[in-house]
């Protein structure tokens, strides 16, 4: 008998589009490497994925179609699980009697064939198609694992006993019904599958939020909320208790806002929630902060800062003592870059220790303290402890207050290298910032050694990534050089990035060293555009400037440019 194998050697052989080395070297790759064979020749360049299918549609005598023609029943999809057609890469086509027509990337996979036929009871009429064109009918036709889900648990209200939940406010709701609620099936099941959505949707926030007569599942991808399938108002109690139960929260108490963490493992990782219960008008308003450290980057040379800024910002990181501050608005990045100049400093012979509220990802290696204000253990009264640890490095989560500045730069002058963050909008308002709090100017000038102002911008999606040439008057707008070739990128939307036109973030960011130039100024007590123009005479690359050779470089989009910056102003005269 002819082996498998054998059978499409002579295929491709025989039809002239590989030779027999062709043939002997994807085997020995297989050999050494496993996998499809198919999928190993196109890898290897020996064949592309249309004329092998093609050659396997002409030598197996099998017929070759294109998807995108066929209109599939939806129940023809429902006699293979969604799991299954993914991993044979298959899809169901039609069905007439007791035969299921099933078209296949790979005809030959017997075992694929086998398992539908037992797994359906019907006979397997295999045909071919291109394996692209497979996988994207699974994921435009097969339904979300969320909305099925839903339907089973509002189709099986009466079965799993959650007919007594009431609408309304969850102050009504009796203490032992929630707890009882919360260890339902039904309820561990629709929680446990939010998280999982969120998660493998690489969100950063997800949001439980009850409205009058429905309840809203929001979460943020890439800086941006989307709003995916949410179950009945009435399961939200329980949905809420049920967080509250795994957070270790008070499942009684409705009235006041509640704050904890809970940590959960998902597919061998380990995945960190920061819980945030908020009452509102019709309901307690949760916020998740997911913390998966296998999607973090806490590597500096991958956040996006340009070479330039780079380099400059890694010659102030290893002066040995000194003050760094990270600006910006809430959820621009500032405590990753912080976290990813402690990583970069991290070593044997330095003691690393971190103040924050709350704690985000667990750092191996570095003492982190979590500042609770309900007993005292502030930002400040938090660093006077610290000091007596002997560190090396500090990193102050936040400079909140006049206190907290106030040793941080004691600190920062007595030997030790300090990095925080402020809310303010560039690099030089931050100086103007320090003086409004009360700092004296020669304090700053002796303490701080740069300034980093950051934004976060969506990364356009690689795989529906389009060009197209600006129009004049934008680019006169922009200042940018007039010039023929000047080229901006943009996101069409695909499937993989979900219609958005972006997948991943990057740093906008601008570092402002404090030379001799900016420190003069800075005694004088200074305008801020002054500083700011200073050090850009200086060198200093603009979050606008930054952000627009980004668009050039095809990285991001102008109009997240344009989003998160504001344009430079020109240059004063009166300085």
Known sequence: MISLRQKLTEIFIKNKVLSEDDINLALRVQKEQGGRLSEILIKLNLIDEKNLMSALSQGLGLPLIALSRFTIDPQVLKLIPKHTAKHYQIIPISKIGNTLTLAMAD??????????????GYDI?????????????????????????IEELVSGIKDEKLELIKQGKEEDLDVEELTRLTQETPVIRLTDMLLERATEMKASDLLVE????????????????????????????SIVSRIKVMADLNIAEHRLPQDGRFKIKLRDREVDFRVSILPSSFGEKVALRILDKSTATLDLSLLGFDEQSLETLKKCINRPH????????????????????????????DNIITVEDPVEYQLEGINQVNIREEIGLTFASALRYILRQDPDTIMIGEIRDFDTVDIAIKSA????????????????????????????????????????????????????????TPVSTAISKLQLKSKDNIVFYKGKGCKKCFNSGYSGRLVLGEVLVLSPKIKELILERAQEYRIKNTARAEGMKTLREDGLAKCLAGLTSLEEVLRVTAADEPAKNNE
């Open 107 to 120: 005809p030959l996979n017997i075992f694929a064939i086998d398992d539908v036929k037992a797994l359906t």
């Open 322 to 349: 000194g003050m760094i501050l990270a600006c910006g608005p809430t959820g621009s990045g500032k405590t990753t870059t912080l976290y990813s100049i402690l990583k970069e400093v991290d070593s044997p012979t």
């Open 210 to 237: 009850p409205l009058d007569k429905t309840m809203r599942i929001r979460i943020r991808v890439d800086g941006i909320l989307r709003e995916i399938e949410s179950p009945p108002k009435q399961f939200h109690p």
């Open 413 to 468: 002058l007595t030997g030790h290298r300090v990095l925080s963050t402020l809310h303010t909008s560039t690099a030089a308002s931050s100086v103007v910032r320090l003086l409004n709090m009360g700092v004296e100017p020669f304090l700053i000038t002796s303490s701080i050694i740069c300034i980093i102002a950051q934004r976060l911008v969506r990364k356009i999606c690689p795989n529906c990534k389009e060009s197209y």
């Open 125 to 149: 009429n295999p045909i071919i198609a291109q394996q692209g064109e497979i996988l994207k009918v699974i994921e435009e036709h097969y339904e979300e694992p969320t909305t099925r889900v």
